[in-house]
């Protein structure tokens, strides 16, 4: 009865879903996340050195500033080509400091 009991938790610890010490792979739009959350309190210096030039420039109604990349694709289907546009947008507070990101497509 022993060998039973503990090929029944053997297995159930073993093989079930969750184990001790298993951490699942971040699916891409956390990796993502992750990766934006690291310019959070950095100088937008920074951003800009790493980045290039953005594309545009704008007010964030606060006294800071939008710092706006774009980049667009296109999806041929049916000979005609559809246009896409991502954009990461990096809001810069007066002192330079980024504060918050955001990405999408339009």
Same mark, same amino acid.
């Given at each position: 009865? +022993?060998?039973?009991?503990?090929?029944?938790?053997?297995?159930?610890?073993?093989? *079930? @879903?969750?184990?001790?010490?298993? $951490? @699942?792979?971040?699916?891409?739009? =956390? +990796?993502?996340?992750?990766?934006?959350? =690291?310019?959070?309190?950095?100088?937008?210096?920074?951003?800009? $050195?790493?980045?290039?030039?953005?594309?545009?420039?704008?007010?964030? *109604?606060?006294?800071?500033?939008?710092?706006?990349?774009?980049?667009?694709?296109?999806? =041929?289907?049916?000979?005609?080509?559809?246009? $896409? =546009?991502?954009?990461?947008?990096?809001?810069?507070?007066? $002192?330079?400091?980024?504060?918050?990101? +955001?990405?999408? +497509?339009?």
């Amino acid at each position: 009865m +022993r060998i039973i009991l503990f090929f029944a938790i053997f297995f159930i610890i073993g093989c *079930g @879903p969750y184990r001790i010490g298993f $951490s @699942p792979k971040p699916n891409r739009q =956390t +990796r993502i996340e992750m990766e934006m959350d =690291t310019w959070l309190n950095k100088h937008k210096s920074e951003a800009l $050195s790493e980045w290039g030039a953005p594309q545009r420039v704008v007010s964030d *109604g606060l006294g800071g500033e939008i710092l706006v990349w774009e980049r667009t694709t296109y999806s =041929t289907i049916s000979s005609f080509a559809y246009p $896409s =546009t991502g954009y990461v947008e990096l809001f810069v507070n007066s $002192s330079g400091i980024i504060y918050k990101w +955001r990405r999408g +497509r339009r």
